[in-house]
């Protein structure tokens, strides 16, 4: 069995800067995805990054970057030039290929971030 | 809107007593889910539909939980005999592609159950 493990339940950061989020997660499987999950308050999850495990380089999506360490399983977000709309639940989730055609994700527990002003 | 929407938003209801959930996908999608996120906890995976054939269940889905997809579009979720533990949010998602990972999520139904 998969889990996914975010160890900062909270976090805060100020507009404009930089905040990462942390990500561990154990698997024994070699192919799988990484993603992270944004749920802004009271709205629908979204998807915000998505990493496949067989590429080295880091996936990028504007002002959202990851840091994946493989041998680690370490699944960091960078958000830079933070900004209000950024305010949200973050997840990090797994999930991991040959499982038929369902997309089956395993989710963390959640760090809620908060930007201020 | 033409994102996943699902109904009722919130459900309060006695112990007991019988929910229905209903989840209307994005309309050229044919997998469908459902997920459940308790409080302090991430989403956790119920069952998928492709088209209206069901093809998996989690063991967390105990007996007196029903999903159905008659036609390949709507889906609804019934709880039979609520228990204070199925208080939660339950989430539908869709998508259209095989093994992406992406999940187009509506905004949930949350229960409670007193």
């Known amino acids: 069995a998969q889990t996914v493990t975010q160890s900062q339940p909270e976090m805060s950061v100020q507009e404009a800067e930089t905040v990462t989020l942390s990500c561990t997660y154990d698997?024994?499987?070699?192919?799988?995805?990484l993603f992270w999950y944004k749920q802004p308050p009271s709205r629908q999850m979204i998807l915000v990054i998505r990493q496949e495990a067989y590429k080295q380089q880091n996936a990028t999506e504007n002002r959202f970057s990851v840091n994946f360490q493989k041998a680690a399983k370490s699944f960091s977000l960078k958000i830079s030039d933070s900004q209000l709309g950024d305010t949200a639940m973050y997840f990090c989730?797994?999930?991991?290929?040959?499982?038929?055609?369902?997309?089956?994700?395993?989710f963390g527990t959640g760090t809620r971030l908060q930007v201020t002003l | 809107d033409t994102g996943v929407s699902q109904d009722p938003r919130h459900k309060i209801t006695k112990r007991g007593q019988n929910v229905t959930f209903r989840c209307d996908p994005i309309s050229e999608h044919n997998r469908l889910y459902w997920y459940r996120q308790t409080l302090g906890q991430g989403p956790e995976f119920l069952t998928y539909f492709q088209n209206e054939a069901q093809l998996e269940k989690s063991r967390l889905l105990s007996d007196r939980f029903s999903a159905e997809r008659p036609k390949g579009s709507f889906s609804t979720l019934e709880i039979q005999r609520t228990e204070q533990g199925d208080s939660a949010m339950y989430l539908c998602?869709?998508?259209?592609?095989?093994?992406?990972?992406?999940?187009?999520f509506g905004e949930g139904s949350r229960l409670t159950v007193l």
């Open positions: 998602a869709s998508n259209g592609r095989v093994n992406t990972g992406e999940l187009f």
């Open positions: 698997t024994s499987e070699n192919n799988y995805y």
């Open positions: 989730a797994f999930m991991r290929l040959n499982t038929g055609t369902a997309s089956k994700l395993t």
